[in-house]
């Protein structure tokens, strides 16, 4: 979805650099997510922020760190990247009713050597 | 662990034929969502079920909401190569989102 955008589309670094993944959106959401999807597992919560002043760890938030910048903006960081973080990184936005839809960006692939 | 599991991870079908996927969790969920992603895409929202034993339809596509609201299925009559991609299930419990492992879907012209 257009609305949704991440930044970079694709990246590849090497163990032990920090990186960042940036999110931005357009649909006006409070809530943004951050995923990672991983063959066989599918998307894994890595964290969630239901405003600018919340943000919460998801289901595999160890080695990541997240920013609310803004309503709009929400970036991952890896402060020390290792190969096992190699995978696609989506970030979402939903409204704020229980069970909203979840609009995806394009995705992010990193791929740690 | 993860919450809400899929089955089969992977379905490869002629097409024409019928698929299913199928959705269960650990807990009981207050709705279930379901999303497909093409090949090198993203995921995309198909539609939400709220009720107990709910069940609804797309075109060729049919989706239930279990009874305990513990399980749910996509059914896709006669495929065609447009369906191919990866479908998610997704529930809500609390305010966590839980996505399921997916199953890919190929068929086979």
């Known amino acids: 979805d257009a609305d949704v955008t991440q930044t970079p589309r694709n990246r590849i670094t090497k163990t032990g650099k920090r990186i960042m993944l940036e999110c931005s959106q357009t649909k006006g959401h409070d809530r943004m997510y951050w995923y990672r999807q991983d063959p066989g597992l599918g998307l894994r919560l890595i964290y969630y922020s239901f405003d600018v002043k919340d943000i919460n760890k998801g289901e595999i938030s160890d080695g990541y760190s997240v920013s609310r910048q803004a309503q709009a903006k929400f970036s991952l960081s890896l402060e020390s990247a290792i190969p096992n973080q190699t995978a696609l990184y989506f970030c979402?936005?939903?409204?704020?009713?229980?069970?909203?839809?979840?609009?995806f960006g394009p995705g992010t692939r990193l791929l740690v050597l | 662990g993860q919450q809400v599991m899929q089955i089969p991870q992977y379905q490869h079908v002629q097409e024409g034929e019928d698929f299913t996927t199928y959705c269960n969790s650990s807990?009981?969920?207050?709705?279930i969502q379901w999303y497909k992603q093409r090949p090198g895409g993203h995921p995309v929202f198909l539609i939400q079920l709220v009720k107990s034993g709910e069940v609804k339809k797309q075109k060729r596509l049919t989706f239930q909401f279990g009874e305990a609201k513990k399980n749910s299925s996509l059914h896709i009559t006669a495929t065609q190569t447009t369906d191919v991609g990866t479908y998610f299930c997704a529930g809500t419990t609390g305010n966590q989102f839980y996505f399921g492992t997916g199953t890919s879907l190929t068929v086979i012209p």
């Open positions: 807990t009981t969920l207050s709705n």
């Open positions: 979402a936005t939903s409204g704020t009713g229980r069970g909203e839809t979840q609009y």
